[in-house]
């Protein structure tokens, strides 16, 4: 099946810093990503839809100029937290769709922590 | 409405028991609907999918109800193992995927 490899696994970071997070689809190829952030014990909610070679589209209440998402490649997308807060510690976590396959696989998951 | 409803449980079932849980979903457009398991602190994993009237994978039964928006799944014969949150999700196509917050299931020996 599709594999989605997503890195670090989990990243502590200092209040004000910005932290990468990389997205790959390892077997196929992905012309849309998505990322999706869940707090403890709440749904995951998708944050934005990553397009290869053009601009991401934010869900309502995301602030594209905080999470700056990049997809240069077909097999790659970034998400970057920029100048990261302790409200921005959460679970983060990207999928894509293999048009070989029903259904969406999902990345490992990154654990943001900023003290 | 909410977009996607799900009971948040925890259902506490005991082990070889059957169990079933709904989810309600809002956008009648919705053409593909999923279950997806959810350990803790992991991502989801893709149970089940069903477009039709609904999907059956050994123990594991989805089926859709369009004219009451709704989709359920049943756990036949219930392991120590199947203890996770279940989401549903509507969706499909172009867009990504509408969680519901998941219902909890723990399975007691």
């Known amino acids: 099946g599709a594999v989605v490899s997503q890195h670090p696994s989990w990243v502590i970071c200092k209040s004000g810093t910005s932290v990468k997070i990389e997205c790959r689809s390892l077997?196929?190829?992905?012309?849309?990503m998505f990322w999706y952030r869940q707090f403890p014990k709440q749904s995951l909610m998708l944050m934005a839809t990553?397009?290869?070679?053009?601009?991401?589209?934010?869900e309502q209440g995301v602030e594209k100029d905080k999470f700056l998402i990049n997809h240069a490649s077909l097999t790659l997308s970034t998400l970057t937290v920029t100048s990261a807060h302790p409200e921005d510690s959460s679970f983060y976590i990207c999928?894509?769709?293999?048009?070989?396959?029903?259904?969406?696989?999902f990345g490992s998951g990154t654990r943001l922590t900023v003290v | 409405r909410k977009e996607v409803e799900q009971d948040p449980g925890p259902f506490n079932v005991p082990e070889g028991a059957t169990v079933a849980f709904n989810c309600t979903y809002s956008?009648?457009?919705?053409?593909?609907f999923f279950w997806y398991r959810q350990d803790c602190r992991k991502e989801p994993k893709l149970l089940m999918s069903?477009?039709?009237s609904g999907n059956e994978d050994g123990r594991f039964t989805a089926q859709l109800n369009r004219a009451s928006q709704y989709i359920s799944l049943l756990i036949r014969d219930s392991k120590l193992s199947d203890s996770a949150t279940y989401l549903c999700?509507?969706?499909?196509?172009?867009?990504?995927?509408?969680f519901g917050k998941g219902t909890h299931l723990i399975i007691q020996p």
């Open positions: 069903v477009y039709s």
């Open positions: 999700a509507p969706g499909g196509g172009a867009d990504g995927l509408t």
């Open positions: 077997d196929f190829q992905a012309t849309t």
């Open positions: 990553s397009n290869e070679g053009s601009k991401a589209t934010y």
């Open positions: 999928s894509a769709r293999d048009a070989r396959y029903y259904g969406y696989t």
């Open positions: 956008n009648s457009a919705s053409q593909s």
